[in-house]
């Protein structure tokens, strides 16, 4: 373990760490299972001090300022139970919106679901760095966990740094020496280089948690290498987002369908020159500069073959939905779903594919006369035998409306993150563990 021992703060935690590799983890088999990371099998935590760095940032009510949903904390809650079952002592990092955002609240109620999910009490501590922080860590026996204060309380924590600058921060200098092992099990945040996401693992072991791992396995192998024939779906309201990706994907020789539904759908048809109705190109409008018209106009050149888009619409007539084709929508016709044939020409190349990926519901489906093109094509992708993915909370927010979520093959908890991944960039998280691993 080179490199850990220039901070005077960090050398007795890194010294601490030499203990933890587990049996199976000697000096030759430090491999990372394929990811090039590590992870909780490469660490014997009985009754070591873990730092669990998770991603809790929740929709809240502006008015009550409760969450709204509690979904994406239930999901680090395998790694927290494995640590805790497995005798470590554990002090969670996590964070809630941004400095300046209504969202942005402590996270008493957030340890209150912790607690509930994993049927073991998670106390909140106020504070991040100051005494009663490191009062609670030091008191914490095997099996316990606590949890601190948000992380964006630290001035730094956002700054856009390299892992080995954010090191050198307070949070860092103050919280590594004591614990023995750094766990990151924040893909939702895997994007951001922030002081809490990848400066420990400059400095301390450091593994992936659970969720961590799958994401990251499960994600890589649905983009990069796919069972096939492969469908991506995107739908949403985001047109210029989807462009760049569906710009990536076509590219790959791996992808065998791109699906456009939702505004996105739309706003591709408008940008490559069909006429969609003036209500809807006011909405298309706000996506779509020149230089995107000449991008999606280009890509249909080039790829046209493999993406598919809408060959009709639903559009809302005084809360009707009412089917038209391309070209005879009225001026006054929102659109606010794909339309019968486009619903049936989605669900033949959905259900001939071995791996379906979705992206951003096809239509407005939280309204009943909407919500048609969303089922239809979630019930395509469950008749079919594709593993299915999908990703974005209002995907998931969709599937779990139709009570559907838990038929799903695999449920990204990622957001800009999964966007990040599926684009083929490099994640500063996944980046900062492979790197921690090396140096093991
Ligand atoms: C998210 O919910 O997108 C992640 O928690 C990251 O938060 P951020 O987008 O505010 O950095
Ligand atoms: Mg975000």
């Not at 490191?134 to 095997?142: N, Q, V």
Request: with cysteine.
């Amino acid at each position: 373990m080179a490199n850990h021992s220039d901070d005077s703060g960090c050398t007795q935690a890194v010294e601490g760490g030499r203990d933890l590799i587990g049996e199976g983890a000697g000096s030759s088999s430090r491999t990372v299972s394929g990811t090039g990371f590590r992870t909780l099998d490469d660490f014997d935590v009985r009754g070591k001090r873990v730092l669990l760095r998770i991603d809790v940032n929740s929709p809240v009510d502006e008015k009550t300022l409760r969450l709204v949903d509690g979904s994406k904390i239930k999901s680090s809650v395998p790694t927290i139970r494995e640590l805790l079952d497995r005798g470590a002592k554990v002090a969670i990092l996590a964070h809630q919106g941004r400095p300046g955002d209504y969202d942005f609240i402590p996270l008493n109620e957030h340890a209150q679901y912790i607690s509930q999910f994993t049927g073991r009490k998670t106390r909140y501590v106020d504070d991040l760095l100051g005494k009663h922080a490191l009062r609670a860590i030091d008191t914490l026996g095997e099996g316990e966990c606590i949890l601190l204060k948000n992380v964006r309380e630290f001035p730094q924590e956002q700054a856009k740094k390299p892992a080995d600058e954010h090191a050198a921060s307070a949070l860092v200098k103050t919280l590594a020496p004591k614990f023995d092992l750094f766990v990151n099990d924040a893909f939702g945040s895997s994007h951001r280089s922030h002081a809490s996401l990848v400066g420990f693992t400059a400095v301390i072991p450091s593994a992936a948690g659970r969720l961590m791992e799958k994401e990251v396995r499960t994600l890589t192998r649905v983009f990069m290498n796919p069972k096939r024939p492969s469908t991506f779906i995107f739908g949403g309201t985001k047109f210029a987002d989807a462009l760049q990706v569906i710009e990536t994907l076509s590219e790959r020789e791996t992808v065998d369908h791109i699906l456009v539904a939702g505004l996105a759908g739309y706003a591709f048809l408008w940008a490559t020159g069909e006429s969609i109705g003036s209500k809807t190109e006011q909405l298309a409008k706000k996506d779509v500069t020149d230089e995107i018209m000449q991008r999606a106009r280009s890509l249909m050149k080039r790829h046209g073959g493999k993406i598919m888009l809408p060959a009709d619409a639903a559009i809302d007539l005084d809360g009707e939905r009412v089917e038209c084709k391309l070209g005879e929508i009225p001026a006054d016709g929102a659109i606010k779903d794909i339309g019968s044939a486009t619903i049936g020409k989605f669900s033949e190349v959905i259900l001939s594919s071995k791996t379906v990926f979705l992206s951003g519901p096809p239509g407005v489906f939280e309204k009943p006369a909407f919500c048609k093109g969303t089922c239809e094509l979630f019930n395509a992708i469950l008749a079919s035998e594709a593993f299915s993915v999908i990703g974005g909370g209002h995907s998931s927010a969709a599937a779990n409306r139709l009570g559907i979520l838990e038929k799903l093959s695999y449920v990204s908890t990622g957001g800009g993150a999964l966007e990040r991944l599926m684009l083929g960039k490099q994640m500063p998280v996944v980046e900062a563990l492979k790197a921690s691993a090396k140096r093991a």
